[in-house]
């Protein structure tokens, strides 16, 4: 049996709105990486010089000597969307924005391919066709017997070949060049692309004009950034003006004029040239690297390796505007490879992997260096269709994020001694009055208040005082007939009873989940010292407040000084009204913050050391609800009370 493809209409929105959603120099990543697969061991993005000296107009030409395209599959890789000859297979391929789809939005003029292969090389110009809102092929005039539809240009077979103005097409793509050694690299096969711009007048080597690429080693400083390693095999060179004005009249005229080539390095061979001494600063130096590993939470989700480099100082960040071809120290980012030898970054400056997460005191962060590789758990990791940001796949999502935060709890866990070596020399020195167990205090905190996110467990009251923890819950029976549903209640366990034209049917009720009673919760001045408001006992399910702790006398004297404030003076009796209001509101936080905690902890065993701990509930009692703003609930009530009693006094005297 034979299928019909599927067919797209005009293509123009479909690309347009891939375009919308790449990435500045993505174009410079997808040439790259096409290179790769087509076994290029060179792979060049220079000046178009014929468009130079006939038009004076600087166009960029990316080139590599890969194997190239033959003659009869140009139309069928190149003149189509969502495909250029790879096989789009596993989850984790080389899918989503290409070459084509982030380059002719900005080059409706024209994209024009030159391909050698086996002894022929062959022309095709994909443009942007107005009149039916759709990119393609463009057909051009080839008055010869080859056969071929005039999309597909043998140029082979022409001495010269002219198309609107006097560029001979045929001089366009050069037989050579030369190395950083001074080696002639043959182009006898490979690729050449030839960017015209919207109208064929723009100088295409600033790149896209929409994102703003014109920038002195801007390509170079992207591949640095954007490839962790470039394949030992494979050089990528990039043509460089000395000058780093965007005025046309101030560049060179001729190849042989002032210019040079920079070679992408990779980043860690930047991280590497990073931490090497210099001239200029010799005391520079790597002061200790490893890798952390971070095993996987739960099963299926990804966990990571951690590489991480960490500088004797930071005077290395002076010289970063002698080598702005290097990335911008400090940096964090994501490797992750889906094609042979090319390892990719990803979520490059993307606030969850800050170096801040790792390190808060720029000081010490500013000599980090962080490189995160995901690590498989049975479900494959994948970039999404953009290939900035990657997922994996979930059990319950399909394209779930990484989960970065776990992975930085971990490092805080287990960092590294060299780090947190320089991070208390730091505190240690006095060059900041930062107590530095906040920031520990406070990701704790913020990792507690994810489980809070849940709502699992339906809390039981007390019964005569004791806590119904743990207890079975109630079944209940619902009774159907027709349309109605009726409810009843019962600890019978009894099953659903449907009433149909059939006559009854069975149908089980759903089992409850497991019912917890709220914790029993006591204030207490005997508690010997302890740096915790908050005590809690597993076995009796009692939680206890310290009133002597920093914490409550702190908060205590914040809602006293908040109410003077607002009234002026507080009689004894008022004040005695507002102590019992904050006692009273310390109680109904920690009974909430405790319950919740035992249930979550029912729920998720492996996260109870987590929850139930004095230090983690302690950040709790603040972290769900403030103290504060349930206590101003219970002033007014205690406050009335107060005068009420007064006012009984007052008549009883009289």
């Excluded at 080389?94 to 409706?108: D, P, Q």
């Excluded at 082979?156 to 006097?166: P, R």
């Excluded at 042979?340 to 010490?364: C, H, L, M, N, Y």
């Excluded at 904050?582 to 729920?603: D, N, P, Q």
Aim: proline share 5%.
């Amino acid at each position: 049996m034979s299928n019909a493809l599927m067919t797209m209409g005009d293509s123009g929105p479909h690309i347009d709105r891939a375009y919308a959603a790449s990435a500045r120099f993505q174009w410079v990543r997808e040439l790259i990486v096409n290179s790769a697969q087509a076994n290029a061991d060179f792979v060049k993005f220079g000046t178009e010089w014929e468009a130079v000296r006939e038009l004076d107009v600087h166009r960029r030409i990316v080139m590599d000597n890969g194997v190239g395209i033959p003659r009869a599959q140009m139309l069928e890789f190149l003149n189509r969307f969502g495909g250029s000859g790879q096989t789009v297979g596993a989850t984790e391929g080389n899918f989503g924005i290409g070459a084509k789809t982030s380059s002719l939005r900005w080059n409706r003029h024209g994209m024009v391919i030159i391909s050698r292969h086996d002894g022929e090389e062959s022309m095709l110009w994909l443009h942007y066709k107005p009149e039916d809102n759709s990119y393609g092929a463009r057909e051009l005039d080839i008055d010869n017997a080859s056969g071929l539809p005039g999309l597909v240009v043998p140029l082979d077979e022409f001495e010269e070949f002219y198309v609107d103005d006097d560029i001979d097409w045929t001089k366009v793509f050069p037989k050579s060049t030369k190395d950083r050694e001074g080696k002639t690299v043959s182009f006898d096969t490979g690729t050449a692309i030839v960017f015209l711009g919207d109208d064929g007048t723009q100088h295409t080597v600033l790149g896209d004009p929409n994102r703003e690429e014109w920038v002195k080693y801007g390509i170079v400083k992207y591949c640095n950034e954007a490839f962790v390693e470039v394949p030992d095999n494979m050089a990528i060179s990039v043509e460089q003006y000395e000058v780093q004005t965007a005025e046309p009249k101030d560049w060179p005229k001729d190849p042989k004029d002032t210019k040079q080539d920079r070679y992408v390095v990779g980043l860690k061979r930047a991280i590497k040239f990073h931490h090497t001494p210099s001239t200029a600063y010799p005391d520079v130096a790597l002061q200790d690297r490893g890798v952390l590993t971070v095993p996987g939470r739960t099963p299926g989700e990804p966990g990571a390796q951690i590489e991480w480099w960490l500088l004797k100082d930071t005077a290395r960040q002076k010289s970063q505007q002698h080598q702005s071809y290097l990335p911008t120290f400090p940096i964090t980012s994501v490797a992750y490879s889906s094609h042979d030898d090319v390892t990719e970054t990803f979520s490059r400056g993307t606030p969850q992997i800050s170096p801040t997460k790792f390190v808060k005191p720029a000081a010490v962060n500013q000599r980090l260096s962080v490189l995160i590789t995901p690590i498989q758990n049975g479900k494959p990791v994948f970039p999404d269709y953009t290939r900035q940001t990657l997922r994996y796949e979930s059990a319950t999502v399909g394209g779930a994020d990484l989960p970065y935060e776990y992975w930085i709890d971990y490092w805080h866990e287990n960092m590294p001694e060299p780090v947190r070596t320089a991070l208390d020399a730091y505190y240690a020195s006095g060059a900041s009055g930062a107590d530095p167990h906040v920031d520990d205090i406070a990701r704790l905190g913020k990792r507690l208040l994810t489980y809070f996110q849940h709502s699992v467990f339906r809390l039981g009251p007390h019964v005569n005082g004791d806590s119904m923890y743990p207890g079975s819950g109630s079944r209940r029976s619902y009774k159907k007939t027709g349309r109605r549903t009726t409810r009843s209640g019962g600890d019978s366990g009894s099953p659903d009873i449907t009433t149909s034209a059939e006559g009854a049917q069975e149908v089980p009720a759903k089992p409850r989940k497991q019912r917890i009673g709220m914790v029993a919760v006591n204030v207490r001045d005997d508690i010997p010292d302890s740096d915790h408001i908050i005590q809690y006992d597993r076995a009796e399910h009692i939680a206890e407040i310290n009133r002597n702790s920093a914490v409550y006398k702190t908060t205590l004297m914040a809602i006293l000084d908040e109410q003077v404030a607002k009234r002026g003076t507080l009689t004894e009796a008022e004040e005695a009204a507002v102590r019992r209001a904050t006692e009273r509101a310390m109680k109904a936080v920690a009974c909430t913050a405790v319950t919740h905690s035992v249930g979550l902890s029912l729920e998720i065993p492996e996260i109870a050391d987590d929850v139930l701990t004095d230090a983690a509930l302690s950040t709790c009692l603040h972290g769900i609800q403030a103290v504060q703003s349930v206590a101003s609930g219970y002033i007014g009530h205690e406050l009335g009370e107060a005068r009420k009693k007064k006012h009984l006094t007052s008549v009883s005297t009289a």
